[in-house]
């Protein structure tokens, strides 16, 4: 019940595309779902974060949209630019007891083609 | 940079040994994460700490311990090393130790055991 469930494994796109990455939960006592995004030999970055209480999220071309009775939320990188190339993990927290505990997806590889 | 310091970069030892590694948070940051990636585990949580204190913990085997010094630095100790415990270690930090906290993730550690 603990499972972040990240779709798809890599993406291809081209330059000035949309990407679309889909993450799906079970534990309904999660209440906090970053992004983060993490490029070759770095560690990851916190990109964009969102609470179930709003079903979207925009900052600059990111965009999460979070369905709460599907229990699923997606992240979309408008214009995609091949500097966005890097691999995007969804996370989730259940506050709480949990503190800061990140419950991670397996993560996607985006590659834009310029 | 994220302002979180890890040490050392690689690390390649022997099964059976013991080794420890270590973090320094971003300055004013209370709360320090400790977090294993493989390929086939993805990033995983492993223990929370804050200001001295556990505050949360994963699935952190008995063989691993950490723990927080009064100058915030924290120290991940691993030992009988087997095989499997190959991985990026990462260390983040946050100001709080509450779920929507930004974390912020070091360099990591890659540890190689043969």
């Known amino acids: 019940q603990q499972q972040v469930k990240q779709s798809p494994q890599s993406l291809i796109v081209q330059k000035g595309g949309i990407s679309i990455i889909n993450c799906a939960y079970e534990?309904?006592?999660?209440?906090?779902f970053p992004w983060y995004q993490q490029f070759p030999g770095k560690g990851p970055a916190l990109l964009i974060a969102?609470?179930?209480?709003?079903s979207e999220k925009k900052e600059g071309r990111f965009t999460i949209s979070f369905n709460k009775s599907a229990k699923q939320f997606s992240l979309h990188i408008m214009d995609s630019q091949p500097g966005d190339s890097a691999t995007y993990f969804c996370?989730?927290?259940?506050?709480?007891?949990?503190?800061?505990?990140?419950?991670f997806g397996q993560g996607t590889i985006l590659t834009v083609h310029p | 940079d994220s302002g979180v310091t890890q040490t050392p970069k690689h690390l390649i030892t022997a099964t059976g040994q013991r080794v420890t590694l270590r973090c320094s948070p971003r300055?004013?940051?209370?709360?320090v994460y400790w977090y294993q990636q493989s390929l086939d585990q993805g990033l995983q949580f492993l223990i929370q700490?804050?200001?001295?204190?556990?505050?949360a913990k994963g699935n952190i085997l008995e063989r691993f311990s950490a723990q927080q010094f009064p100058d915030l630095h924290s120290e991940l100790n691993l030992s009988s090393l087997e095989l499997g415990d190959s991985a990026l270690y990462f260390c983040?930090?946050?100001?709080?130790?509450?779920?929507?906290?930004?974390?912020?993730f070091g360099p990591g550690t890659r540890l190689t055991v043969l």
């Open positions: 969102i609470r179930p209480d709003v």
């Open positions: 983040a930090s946050s100001a709080g130790g509450r779920a929507g906290d930004t974390q912020y």
């Open positions: 700490y804050y200001n001295g204190e556990e505050r």
């Open positions: 996370a989730a927290n259940a506050g709480g007891t949990s503190y800061g505990k990140l419950t």
């Open positions: 534990n309904t006592a999660f209440d906090y």
């Open positions: 300055s004013g940051d209370l709360s």
